[in-house]
């Protein structure tokens, strides 16, 4: 798998420092990458979809402790039938969609300012470590980030405002704020 080759390194690196240990990250990369070869429908993006399982993988590993003191709370007034408010389905679901877009606007920008944009960002390195590794200077890096800060400042307003308008729309459908 060329995405493998590609990518490993990268998602290593991402779950290595969401989970701060070494061994886990390496299975969680494995795993993420046997997963995204059981994928049968067209993938647009090798890197996104790895990304994408990467981080559902690691929502699970911080849910399993919840899990785990559910099970010990069952008798305490019926707490572990109700899920808490940020796993209701529909905020997950606008969570996803969210998600799809800050990483669509991050595709989309110019290879150059992409990469510059997620060594910054996502690797954690200094702007200085990423014009060294990309061979341009730190005005450049510097140029770059900007621009991908901007279309995800961009993107971000027009989720809130299309989110405020459904909001506002459904008040209205409802009979209320009219």
């Known amino acids: 798998m060329p995405a493998f080759e590609k990518y490993y390194t990268e998602l290593y690196r991402f779950i290595n420092r969401k989970l701060r240990d070494r061994e886990h990250a390496e299975d969680m990369a494995q795993e993420t990458f046997i997963r995204a070869l059981t994928v049968t429908q067209p993938v647009r993006s090798h890197r996104s ?3 994408r399982i990467a981080r ?3 929502i699970d590993h911080y849910r399993r402790p919840e899990l785990l003191m559910d099970d010990v709370a069952e008798d305490s007034e ?3 039938f109700a899920a808490p408010s940020h796993l209701q389905p529909y905020e997950y679901l606008e969570k996803n969609q969210y998600d799809d877009l800050m990483t669509r606007t991050i595709e989309a920008l110019p290879p150059r300012c992409r990469e ?3 060594l910054h960002r996502f690797d954690g390195l ?3 470590e990423v014009a060294c590794q990309m061979g341009i200077s730190i005005n450049m890096v510097e140029k770059h980030i900007i621009r991908a800060m ?3 400042r961009n993107s971000h307003e027009l989720w809130q405002q299309e989110h405020q308008d459904a909001s506002a729309s459904n008040r209205n459908k409802d009979g209320h704020d009219e």
Request: without cysteine.
């Open 78 to 80: 019926g707490a572990h």
């Open 150 to 152: 901007t279309a995800l």
């Open 49 to 51: 979809l790895l990304y």
């Open 56 to 58: 559902n993988l690691l």
């Open 126 to 128: 200094s702007q200085k």
């Open 116 to 118: 510059a944009f997620i």
